[in-house]
Each structure stands twice: as C-alpha cells, then as structure tokens.
C-alpha cells in the first residue's frame, strides 16, 4: 500500500463544454484521467447531512464526483487531515489508495459518483480505523 498523504489528493478540473442547452463534461480511458476506470458506481439518496465512506483501500484508485447538490470527504493519511468540498459536477477529488476518506454533510438530493481503478474486491478495503493506523506503523 505504498505510503502517501492527504495533499497526494488532487482536485481536478475536469472541464466542460457549454451550449445554449446546457454543458457537457467527459472522463475518458487514456486522458488526463489518473488512472484507467474499471468500476463506476454512485451514492444517492443519502439523508441531508449523513455521512458515507469511512474505510481506505491498498490498491484501488477512486474518483469521487459531485454529479449533484453537494458533500464534503474527509481525508486522513495517519498523520494529516484535510476536507475537500465538492459541488461542481466538471470537478473531481483523486483518492489514491493508503488515504482513509469519509463522504459527510450530504445536502439533500446529492449524488456522489464514484470512479474506481479496480473491479470491486472486499479484501481491498480497510473498514476499520485502528487497522487502519495499524497497517500504516507495521509498513513504514
């Protein structure tokens, strides 16, 4: 699980293209993208204000995306600890894996879409926090 950080996390721009109509943005394989996208999935009718996540991954890459209304992702590395607000469908937050992430403050209606670098794998997820901090000590 390689270690990094919560400032490893990029915000990307991911543009758009506007018409009368309205806009338009796109994520394609082989891009600008971080990584190659195996697995697209999305949290929606989360209570106002609930929270989701809670949990790091040892390989997977994920690509969260405010595809509407607006949440907050908590990110912790073991040492640092950074929020991020998401509210525009053409931006983006990377989570690379080793960063324990929490999506909170759902406002209602809000969808989360979620881009992953691996097809969904249960050993992969680190659920429990102290684990967590537990595998960060014994690898470094």
């Not at 697995?39 to 609930?50: H, K, N, P, W």
């Not at 912790?76 to 998401?86: E, I």
Request: proline share 3%; glycine share 8%; charged share 20%.
């Amino acid at each position: 699980m390689g270690r990094v950080s919560v400032f490893d996390c990029s915000v990307i721009d991911l543009g758009k293209v506007s018409f009368d109509e309205g806009n338009l943005t796109v994520v394609e394989n082989n891009s600008n993208f971080p990584f190659a996208v195996k697995r697209v999935f999305y949290l929606y009718d989360i209570a106002g204000g609930e929270s989701r996540g809670a949990h790091a991954h040892k390989e997977c890459h994920q690509f969260l995306i405010a595809a509407s209304g607006s949440f907050e992702v908590s990110l912790d590395d073991g040492n640092y600890k950074r929020q991020v607000f998401m509210n525009r469908p053409n931006v983006g937050l990377h989570i690379p894996p080793g960063v324990w992430a929490s999506e909170i403050n759902f406002s209602s209606g809000a969808i989360c879409l979620v881009l992953a670098s691996h097809t969904y794998n249960e050993s992969d997820y680190i659920r429990n926090y102290t684990d967590y901090l537990d595998i960060l000590k014994n690898d470094y």
